[in-house]
């Protein structure tokens, strides 16, 4: 829901697009940039029944203007997904659908989530996952699970990338390997990517952007057989 994210995804669905079809073709998008000042406010006051309306207005009026498809750009407002799917008839993709995916495809099925408080602490991403057949750890403590939260809203969301919180994100990573046996890591929120590379611990990360972006392009422009 941050501007991060918003251009980390329309920037990469068209490079995608363009990359499987040619030419000057990309992606047909409508896309509503939601103000997360506006929101985050409202999150933190657990006032999601709000939030709900605005969400499911927004996707009635993305529907309105011709989407055959709906995705909602960050982890958290995933909480909300059943809720706005039943306000549209066009399909919706889930975020955690695509993660598990891909983590099923390289037979991995232990593994540590981290994202913000309300995905690592809510039940609407973890069951979500362990429906799909994962086993789903997050961090032991409110501390880490704060941290955690404060690096993603007062600095990725502003596109801050720090050493010192790269460094605590490993640190927390690494943990799950060795304290609980993780065989990989899901990053289950949408700017976490910016701080975290495959490069930088050593179990196997799953990014939960690249995994909705990947399935988002081939519902829109399918591989030829």
Known sequence: MSYESSTHYYER????VNDRIGGLNTATIIMYSVNLGEIEPMMRA???DEISVILTDIAKNLETAGADVIVIATNTMHKL???IQASVSVPMIHIADTVAD???SQNIRDVGLIGTAYTMKEPFLKDRLAQKGL?????DSDEKINEINRIVF???CLGKILDSSREYYKQIIEEFASVYGAKGIILGCTEVEMLISK???SIPIFDTTEAHIDGIVDL???VSR
């Open 46 to 48: 657990d006032k999601w």
């Open 135 to 139: 086993k789903v750890v997050v961090p």
């Open 13 to 16: 669905i068209n490079k995608q």
């Open 220 to 222: 829109i422009a399918p």
């Open 199 to 201: 490069n930088d611990v």
């Open 154 to 156: 007062e600095e990725l």
């Open 81 to 83: 997904f059943d809720v």
């Open 102 to 104: 891909k983590c099923i």
